[in-house]
């Protein structure tokens, strides 16, 4: 679990470097493909390619909404607006986890014999996020931060659907992985910028920004973990789900779809223009040499990936084995941690550390994936524990608004949603 939590907290991390729907995607395949790689479980390496891409797609729409006056409300003076900013970055980590953990879970569930509708999932949750969002925000004006994008609306209304479908199926496994990836990031979001708030008022010299980005990674992949292993799955024969048919649009999209959108609308010369500019002199040819990198970087492991597994679509007795697996995911973190270093320039200067911290973060994981084996376990469905678990965390928020507020003054940055 903390293997996984460290995945996604340092691929979410790096996100923040790239921001909207393709930044999440990819750090939310990251996180999904660690936790298929530490499963040692054959049919779910079969299913890895469906499943990661489900996971990063659903990671991914988290991307669209806005959080950054609802992080200024966190940094207020008064409990209202604090406890006010951090239950809805609770709420926004949540949808985030809510999308991406329900996704994963849903294709991990399924089975010959209970198969997932998935053109009827996706009209679903289209209806639902675009009913709510008219509906609530729109129609009776409810806005969580105004005057920014209220997208979160539609998240709402997608992950509502998504769980009225998992209900309505029995899906409860799938139900199990969204809710409890929900409940982790929602309160790594939280505790995340509570601990940025405290960073800053003790003047710690770092990116305290990025520790609160980990935090919900981190929480999130650790509850994304633990809602997987814990959850009770139908049993398959070993090569099951394993046809090039079933592989090739979310190979496509996962290995060659998501990175070329990272490095299309990242790797824009007009703005690696001021970054470089302030290492170099003549930042010209190092903005192309970083872009031509990034590009070989993704482009060259994905076609290789892809033309080595469709190059098994007439061997159906062979399913994807752990070391291609565990090599794609070796490849697909990699990649992003190249892209980071180059956007930032960061191989030309020490001036961002943390960039650096993603190495060693990548190092720990790759290191201990052989030695890590988890324990599956069968635990149903309870909501009303689940209830029980979201008040508390609710509490915990009162609680380090408390210890907030008392810490400092009036921020940088700060806003007010209520007048207190």
């Not at 709402?156 to 139900?175: D, E, F, P, T």
């Not at 996962?254 to 001021?274: G, R």
């Not at 020490?350 to 973060?361: A, C, D, K, S, V």
């Amino acid at each position: 679990m903390i293997i996984a939590g460290m995945a996604l907290g340092t691929a979410w991390a790096i996100r923040g470097q790239f921001g909207h729907e393709q930044g999440a995607a990819w750090a939310g395949g990251i996180g999904s493909l660690c936790i298929i790689v530490l499963s040692r479980n054959q049919s779910w390496y079969n299913k890895a390619m469906k499943a990661a891409f489900a996971g990063a797609v659903g990671w991914g729409l988290g991307g669209m909404m806005s959080y950054g006056a609802v992080v200024g409300y966190g940094r207020g003076v008064d409990f209202v607006n604090v406890y006010y900013g951090l239950a809805m970055l609770f709420v926004i980590g949540g949808l985030y986890g809510l999308i991406g953990g329900g996704l994963f879970g849903l294709v991990l569930a399924d089975h010959p014999e209970k198969k997932v509708k998935w053109h009827q999932v996706i009209i679903e949750m289209t209806t639902g996020g675009v009913i709510f969002y008219y509906f609530v925000i729109e129609q009776l004006g409810i806005a969580m931060t105004p005057p920014r994008s209220e997208a979160w609306g539609v998240c709402a209304g997608i992950g509502i659907a998504m769980m009225y479908y998992l209900a309505r199926k029995k899906q409860y496994s799938a139900m199990r992985v969204a809710v409890f990836a929900g409940i982790g990031g929602g309160f790594g979001f939280a505790f995340g910028n509570f601990l940025q708030v405290l960073g800053n008022v003790a003047q710690v010299p770092f990116n305290m920004w990025n520790v609160m980005e980990y935090s919900l990674g981190f929480f999130g992949g650790l509850g994304m973990a633990y809602g997987a292993y814990t959850s009770p799955w139908p049993q398959e024969k070993p090569t099951s789900q394993y046809t090039f048919r079933n592989l090739s649009i979310p190979m496509v999209g996962f290995l060659l779809l998501i990175p070329f959108i990272v490095w299309q609308q990242s790797f824009v010369e007009k703005d690696l223009e001021p970054t470089f500019g302030k290492l170099i002199s003549d930042p010209g040819i190092w903005i192309s040499m970083a872009q031509s990198v990034a590009f070989v970087a993704f482009l060259v492991p994905a076609i290789f990936w892809i033309y080595l597994l469709s190059n098994k679509k007439n061997k159906l007795n062979q399913g994807l084995s752990f070391g291609e697996v565990h090599g794609i995911y070796i490849t697909y973190f990699a990649v992003y941690i190249i892209f980071t270093i180059l956007i930032t320039g960061s191989f030309l200067s020490f001036y961002r550390i943390e960039q650096f911290l993603y190495i060693l973060n990548f190092a720990v994981i790759l290191a201990l994936i052989p030695k890590a084996v988890p324990t599956f376990t069968s635990r149903n469905a309870h909501p009303k524990k689940w209830t029980l678990i979201v008040l508390g965390v609710l509490v915990f928020i009162g609680l380090i608004s408390l210890i907030a507020i008392s810490s400092h003054g009036e921020m940088p940055g700060m806003n007010r949603r209520f007048e207190w």
